[in-house]
């Protein structure tokens, strides 16, 4: 009678199935439009004049464009590089939450820690922040809590990653746009690149002869790695005036041990000396290693991995120490 | 037709194999400890082997990096991975044999997950005995080892009088998967040290030196001669409990006498180098497809071209990409698991004629 026999479906079945259907685009419609309506308001924002920092719009690491629209009074760091740079651009007073690995400057002891690989979502959100900067090296494992935290409608601006010194001054400015000290941030920059090109200058007084052949471990045996090309302390080392036994290698190497002997470098340097005991003696104690020129003549030296690592501000004081102990005599 | 009797001679003559796997073990130690990173040219290599380890009066002096690459990295390292690989296979192969299931590896027992427990927390913990020193990780690793085995046996006992060869498989089971999740618990709480336990987790014989030789060898030593012991009863127990029984064999005694010696190389072997799969569990395997089942003599020819096979493995896991080196466990597998198929294939053809 109905359209029973020709559709094969019951009148029952039909308005059941159209219910759930209009029900579930209902509700993807009703996504769908709330994350279109904050697209529309967060880009109301303004461009920024010349006399005026905020409201500001920055294009991020991953590509973003980013609107701040005032001063960030409530700041949310996810890698100690960030803090480091916040705090020294004189922002520190700010910074609400920083990740679990945050070690300097002394002040971060007391503040809230929002998670170390993985940030706790819950807990950034619940600080409230106006600014969360986060990171290219860690953003894509992130990428969901970044996600959340956006939708929430708190303003994620995703901080380059540095391979290299031009890197971090662009990574400087571009926190100091972000947190208003655009001054601060081109000081900072200047100071650094002044303090480099002093010991740039100083190493031209290292002679073809006098050049030391360095291998830096920053793990301890038997993972030894060592940082190659597109590395901050390959950078270094350049500098400085000092030829990286790893340094025609990609990245963060891992040599073999009759290549390091065959290397015989004249420096040792490790950064693995924080979490490992006496890294001086275990280097000195390895057999086979006896005639090496480094071990002979005691040039075993630890730095702190934090200054030749972390893309911040500190990264002059690593081009420092590893200088001195490198060249004492030019450096010191 | 020829070739199929050359084949059967050939099997079934065991002087033989017996020249052909230490052939192969010479062999891969002598290409071992020629190749590597650093070229030693010949000449200077024979000098350096005769100086120092024939002791004959060569007049030569060789160069000092070469005699200390030669006979402190890689002649240690090459001995290092012939003890571990001897160990794995002769371990596997008894394992295989009394547990009755061609699966059974030297980790089926969770030996080796209590050795890794033993060596990941001592690095994760930054454990240093003051009189160990930096052997802190493999002597800890043994202990963790040796205590994993007793309470393996002393549950399987409790569960089971007659201790049958399931009721161990399935004890095994559960003390690896219990000890593999604090390694996993270890790997996520640790900050540095994650590259170093992963390496460790992978397998290496690198930069480990004569120490760790000293280390492994009495329990190679112990645990192979006792294993090679009990080849007869491996035999008999290959038909069944009862039937061993009924032959003769004190099921009991030597049951626990293998799985004890076999836990115990495996214990060191692991200490020692870390977890090096696919050694164990494959090539008893291949022996038994191309000399058959017999343990007495399928033991001892595990244990050399098991020796034979990883040096040839780490040869190559510090070749392939020099002078930076990959884990030898990978090379384990990649090599390993082709050659087997190949044998298998071999095999099969040659049984459907």
Request: aromatic share 6%.
């Amino acid at each position: 009678m109905f359209k029973k026999a020709k559709w094969g479906i019951s009148m029952k079945k039909l308005s059941s199935l159209s219910a759930v259907l209009l029900l579930s685009v209902g509700l993807m419609a009703g996504c769908g439009d709330s994350s279109k309506e904050e697209n529309v308001s967060t880009s109301k924002g303004n461009e920024p004049t010349a006399t005026q920092a905020f409201p500001v719009t920055i294009k991020d690491a991953a590509g973003e464009e980013v609107t701040i629209e005032k001063e960030p009074k409530k700041i949310v760091s996810l890698i100690p590089s960030n803090t480091e740079i916040v705090f020294e651009l004189g922002a520190g007073d700010n910074v609400v939450g920083v990740s679990d690995n945050d070690n300097y400057p002394k002040e971060v002891e007391n503040i809230e820690k929002i998670g170390g690989m993985e940030m706790n979502t819950e807990k950034v959100i619940s600080l409230e922040p106006d600014l969360v900067l986060a990171h290219a090296s860690n953003a894509h494992n992130g990428s969901e809590g970044i996600k959340q935290l956006k939708e929430v409608g708190i303003p994620v601006l995703v901080v380059n990653d540095s391979q290299n010194f031009e890197q971090v001054y662009k990574s400087i400015e571009m926190i100091g746009q972000a947190t208003g000290e655009n001054e601060a941030a081109e000081e900072l920059v200047q100071d650094m690149q002044e303090d480099l090109k002093e010991i740039e200058e100083k190493a031209k007084a290292v002679t073809e002869q006098d050049r030391k052949k360095v291998l830096i471990e920053v793990s301890p045996a038997p993972e030894i790695y060592s940082p190659g090309k597109n590395t901050f302390m390959n950078e270094m080392l350049q500098m400085i005036g000092a030829d990286n036994v790893a340094g025609d290698l990609e990245g963060w190497a891992k040599i073999d041990e009759e290549s390091m002997i065959e290397a015989n470098p004249d420096v040792i340097v490790t950064t693995y000396g924080y979490y490992t005991e006496d890294p001086v003696a275990q280097v000195k104690s390895r057999s086979g290693w006896e005639d090496v020129t480094a071990i002979k003549q005691e040039q075993i030296y630890d730095v702190h991995s934090d200054l030749v690592t972390r893309s911040g501000p500190r990264l002059v004081e690593g081009v420092e120490e590893l200088a001195e102990a490198i060249y004492p005599n030019i450096f010191n | 037709m020829l070739k199929q009797s050359i084949r059967t001679s050939l099997t079934n003559n065991k002087p033989l194999a017996y020249i052909i796997a230490v052939s192969f073990l010479l062999f891969s130690m002598m290409v071992g400890i020629s190749i590597g990173s650093v070229s030693v040219p010949f000449l200077t290599l024979f000098q350096i082997l005769g100086k120092e380890v024939f002791h004959l009066p060569i007049a030569a002096q060789p160069d000092t990096m070469f005699t200390n690459i030669v006979m402190n990295i890689r002649l240690p390292r090459v001995l290092l991975a012939g003890l571990v690989g001897a160990s794995l296979a002769i371990a596997g192969a008894a394992f295989q044999g009394l547990l009755r299931n061609p699966l059974a590896d030297p980790y089926t027992l969770g030996v080796s997950s209590g050795a890794s427990v033993g060596a990941v927390a001592t690095i994760f913990l930054g454990i240093s005995i003051p009189v160990l020193g930096n052997f802190t990780l493999p002597i800890l690793s043994v202990v963790f080892s040796i205590i994993t085995i007793f309470c393996v046996l002393f549950f399987a006992k409790k569960m089971d009088r007659s201790m049958k060869v399931e009721t161990i498989i399935l004890t095994g089971i559960i003390f690896s998967s219990f000890l593999s999740a604090f390694i996993s618990l270890m790997i996520a709480l640790t900050g540095e040290e994650l590259r170093q336990i992963i390496g460790w987790l992978m397998g290496s014989v690198s930069m480990r030196g004569w120490s760790y030789i000293v280390i492994i060898l009495p329990f190679f030593v112990i645990g192979s001669l006792t294993l090679m012991m009990n080849t007869q009863e491996l035999n008999a127990m290959t038909f069944g409990e009862n039937r061993a029984k009924h032959l003769g064999v004190n099921v009991q005694r030597r049951k626990l006498t293998i799985l004890i010696a076999g836990s115990v190389l495996t214990g060191a072997a692991v200490a020692v180098s870390g977890t090096i799969g696919f050694v164990g569990l494959v090539i008893p395997h291949i022996i038994r497809q191309i000399w058959g089942p017999d343990h007495k003599h399928l033991l001892p020819l595990s244990l050399l071209i098991g020796s034979g096979f990883l040096i040839l493995a780490d040869l190559v896991a510090r070749m392939v990409i020099s002078p930076s080196e990959l884990p030898i466990g990978v090379i384990t597998s990649l090599i390993g698991a082709p050659a087997f198929a190949l044998i298998l294939l071999k095999r099969r053809r040659q049984g459907e004629r």
